[in-house]
């Protein structure tokens, strides 16, 4: 009778022990894009002696686009002059060609605000990654004082985002279910808040401190 029982609670463990381990492996979990706070362009190749005293009113020209992405240079502008905007500096679109000396009047259109910079820019790569293949976003950007006769050129800086996907993963108990790459747009709104740290920073610390 001993060993009956006995066997019967052996047996009960077992089962509990199979149906715990089945609900087990039977789980997944999601991991999470873990990504930083975005900080100066990866790159900066001209820099202003110094700040502006007056807050200038910047206006952003729409980036040039790839062919693989039209339109998106217009998306990138918005973000650019979003960041900025979000930093208190004035800023604006407009829809200028890019500008050669001079260039077109800054603000000597009928009904518009003068502009004392202006930014034009270019999305150089934009690549939408997934599960597979991992997103980037490459962008470089000019920022030129006119107002002066002539254009001077303040900054010139290349930014470049990449998120890579996370595989899935298969351990005894648990499976991961990887995560796909970080939006190229979110990508790119990254880009536009780098361009903005260094735009509203003070020029030599952001060039001693900053990347090379």
């Not at 029982?5 to 089962?15: A, T």
């Amino acid at each position: 009778m001993h060993r009956i029982v006995h066997r019967l609670g052996i047996v009960r463990v077992l089962l509990f022990w199979l149906l715990s381990a089945g609900g087990i492996l039977g789980c997944a979990w999601q991991p999470q894009q873990s990504v930083s706070t975005p900080g100066m362009p990866e790159e900066i190749y001209t820099a202003p002696p110094g700040i502006d005293v007056e807050q200038p009113r910047i206006c952003v020209q729409a980036f040039s686009s790839p062919a693989a992405a039209p339109g998106m240079g217009r998306f990138a502008a918005v973000l650019l002059r979003r960041a900025l905007s979000q930093r208190g500096i004035p800023a604006e679109c407009r829809a200028w060609a890019a500008m050669e000396g001079r260039g077109p009047d800054p603000g000597g259109s009928a009904g518009e605000n003068p502009c004392d910079q202006v930014v034009a820019g270019d999305l150089l790569y934009y690549f939408e990654g997934g599960r597979q293949l991992p997103a980037r976003v490459e962008q470089q950007v000019r920022i030129v004082d006119v107002r002066q006769p002539f254009v001077r050129i303040l900054w010139e800086a290349r930014a470049v985002e990449i998120s890579e996907p996370i595989p899935p993963s298969d351990w005894i108990f648990v499976q991961g279910t990887g995560a796909p790459a970080v939006p190229a747009a979110e990508l790119m709104r990254r880009n536009a808040e780098k361009f903005a740290n260094m735009i509203t920073a003070t020029a030599p610390d952001a060039v001693d401190g900053g990347p090379k």
